[in-house]
């Protein structure tokens, strides 16, 4: 892959991706959030489903398509 293509994937960049650092959870392109409440909270992706579960869970961010959820993060699923 040349330079050309890896600047455009990366300026490009829509893959669905979940990065964990402490009790936050930021989603980046997703499609939709399914369910919402403090204990769990589903979005959709292009590959399915992944459900946050948790206690006082919060969006504390919502921009586009990134999402940005805190709270005590007990499980995530990813289907």
Do not use: A, P, Q
């Amino acid at each position: 892959m040349n330079i050309r293509n890896k600047i455009n994937n990366y300026l490009n960049d829509n893959e669905y991706k979940i990065t964990i650092i402490d009790d936050k959870v930021n989603i980046n392109n997703y499609i939709e959030i399914l369910d919402f409440n403090t204990s769990i909270i589903s979005v959709k992706h292009n590959k399915g489903i992944t459900k946050i579960k948790g206690k006082d869970l919060v969006v504390s961010k919502m921009v586009d398509n990134e999402i940005l959820i805190t709270g005590t993060i007990k499980e995530i699923e990813v289907k």
